[in-house]
């Protein structure tokens, strides 16, 4: 069996091409195109994507919504507070990173943005089980009261234009702490393109979690242990998706977290269901793919499990040498960075 190593999926990334700020208009991005087979490439525009579509294909989109995860008060002692929701349980509880001069203990009450009474109630490791102690929901809450979850990578305050931008113009379900941002690219006029070309368009919901950011700690990366999130494939995807395949169309995951609630939604022999639930898949190289043929995605982070997917999907050489382009053609790298379109390495 071959071992792969963390050291497998670094890259030197010159920090200057970490995009801090969107493009002015969401499909002015670049996009580069990369055969899986040869691992050939091509430089464009993601306008251009129509260009590698054809009546009968399917696109799946995530339609989760980012929350505003964020929000700063006191504990009851009066020390400074910051939450981070990770994840939200019900209409009242979450699971959230609570940071603090002192760890607050179960029992215990914070106060959030001037207005929100929340009592502690379990602490696993880092994550802690909050409750909010008020009639309206935690999604409610948030939505008044949080601050946007933006990346860490990205180095100044959110503003009122990432509120529009670092949201895809389909997210519907309210739920990610994190955009689905191979999304981000599509404007409304692109999704009416495809619709006019024949492309099907469906939906599933992944929540991204904070987990997306964690880097893999361990040498091995078999020994790392995956985040859960939250993932739903609805009956309509499948119908799509099956229709499409028995026409000969092709399956393509806008982003990764697209990609993980499809394969997570598969049988061991290919049949898609639809599903319901949590999930922990990690893909890396050597999985056999299930569903999809082809795969958006943005430039990912050096050592990530986002990076390992990627690899799995186009080859490891292949991402390798795509990476090394993209840093010499100077492509924007990460959430607010341009695109890559990867067919499946055979």
Do not use: W
């Not at 909010?132 to 009122?160: K, M, Q, W």
Request: a neutral charge.
């Amino acid at each position: 069996m071959c071992v792969m190593k963390i050291q497998d999926f670094d890259f030197d990334l010159p920090t200057e091409l970490i995009a801090q700020f969107p493009v002015e208009q969401r499909a002015s991005s670049r996009m580069l195109h990369m055969e899986g087979s040869s691992g050939a490439l091509q430089d464009a525009m993601f306008a251009d994507l129509p260009r590698y579509l054809r009546s009968g294909d399917v696109v799946v989109f995530n339609d989760t919504r980012v929350i505003k995860a964020r929000l700063f008060g006191v504990k009851g002692s009066g020390g400074k507070v910051e939450v981070m929701v990770e994840r939200v349980l019900d209409a009242h509880r979450v699971l959230a990173v609570v940071r603090a001069s002192h760890a607050p203990k179960p029992g215990s009450k914070l106060f959030l943005a001037d207005a929100i009474r929340v009592t502690v109630m379990t602490r696993e490791q880092d994550v802690y089980t909050l409750r909010f102690d008020h009639e309206c929901t935690v999604i409610e809450l948030l939505e008044r009261y949080g601050n946007l979850p933006l990346p860490p990578y990205i180095s100044r305050p959110a503003t009122e234009t990432d509120e529009a931008r670092y949201q895809t113009v389909y997210a519907r379900q309210p739920g990610a702490v994190a955009a689905p941002t191979a999304g981000l690219h599509f404007d409304e006029s692109m999704l009416r393109t495809l619709n006019e070309m024949g492309v099907a368009i469906a939906h599933v919901t992944l929540h991204v979690g904070m987990g997306t950011f964690q880097p893999v700690r361990v040498e091995n990366i078999a020994h790392h242990n995956m985040h859960r999130e939250i993932f739903h494939v609805p009956p309509e995807t499948v119908e799509s998706i099956r229709r499409a395949k028995a026409g000969g169309g092709r399956i393509l995951a806008v982003g990764t977290t697209s990609l993980r609630a499809l394969e997570a939604a598969a049988a061991d022999d290919g049949e898609l269901k639809a599903s319901h639930g949590d999930t922990d898949i990690f893909i890396t190289p050597g999985y056999r793919f299930r569903v999809v043929e082809r795969l958006l995605t943005n430039f990912h982070l050096p050592r990530s499990t986002l990076l390992m997917l990627a690899s799995a999907f186009g080859g490891m050489e292949n991402i390798r040498r795509a990476y090394q382009h993209a840093i010499n053609e100077r492509y924007r790298f990460f959430s607010y960075g341009d695109a890559m379109l990867i067919e499946r390495q055979s």
